[in-house]
């Protein structure tokens, strides 16, 4: 069982819809990850926020909109989103790996699916 | 990109066989990982490999890291039906909170 939940599993939304992908954690982890990852495809990295702040952003679209309200919160707002943004979005979490100290293992939730109209 | 490369892309095998995958990255690495992944579900870490390690063993997996060449391999021995996945690398950079996947192995075991 995994200790990293999102929630809904599962969204349907068009494209002029505004809805948010949730992901939380009790571990204590510090660095929070969201992947977006289509069909027989990798995980492309999309964003990394270490303590509460954004860290890395990889030229991701302003549709796509992140949050972290607390270290065990992380939040993907979407908004004008495109039928080619359907895909699974993975939450991971991590110790933060600058302090130099932790394995930087990941540590993932099952995915909300996306189904863009 | 800063993805890697894994081949085979598909392999398929019998019960029992062992399996080897190898990936090929592109950066300086401070640790590579290995993640398996069951259709549709979330990824689940295997094994870590520091840059300064050549080879690595937890149960029936066993990775070799070779940082000239940057290359990976992992070796599943004794293959079992419930290994059919995909799996992944992936690099972390030194001194960053990323980590890059590499196009993944999708593994068939065959009862």
């Known amino acids: 069982d995994t200790e990293v939940t999102q929630t809904p599993k599962h969204l349907v939304m068009g494209m002029t819809n505004k809805k948010s992908l949730k992901c939380e954690q009790h571990?204590?982890?510090?660095?929070m990850y969201w992947y977006k990852q289509k069909a027989k495809k990798p995980p492309e990295l999309m964003f990394v926020?270490?303590?509460?702040?954004?860290?890395i952003n990889e030229s991701v679209p302003s549709r796509f909109s992140p949050e972290c309200p607390n270290s065990s919160l992380l939040n993907l707002h979407l908004h004008a989103l495109q039928p080619e943004d359907s895909a699974l979005y993975l939450c991971?979490?991590?110790?933060?790996?600058?302090?130099?100290?932790?394995?930087?293992?990941?540590?993932f939730g099952e995915g909300s699916r996306l189904t863009v109209l | 990109s800063q993805q890697g490369e894994e081949d085979p892309q598909a392999l398929s095998i019998q019960e029992g066989e062992n399996a080897t995958m190898n990936c090929s990255y592109k950066?300086?690495?401070?640790?590579l990982q290995w993640y398996r992944q069951n259709s549709g579900r979330g990824l689940v870490h295997l094994i870590l490999?520091?840059?300064?390690?050549r080879e690595k063993h937890s149960g029936r997996l066993r990775v070799t890291l070779d940082t000239s060449k940057k290359s990976s391999s992992l070796l599943i021995t004794a293959s079992r039906a419930a290994d059919t996945a995909s799996y992944f690398c992936?690099?972390?950079?030194?001194?960053?909170?990323?980590?890059?996947f590499g196009t993944g192995t999708r593994l068939t075991v065959i009862p």
């Open positions: 991971a979490s991590s110790q933060d790996r600058t302090s130099g100290w932790n394995t930087g293992e990941l540590f």
């Open positions: 571990m204590g982890h510090r660095a």
């Open positions: 926020y270490s303590y509460e702040k954004l860290s």
């Open positions: 950066t300086s690495i401070n640790n």
């Open positions: 490999i520091r840059s300064n390690e």
């Open positions: 992936a690099t972390r950079q030194t001194g960053a909170n990323n980590l890059f």
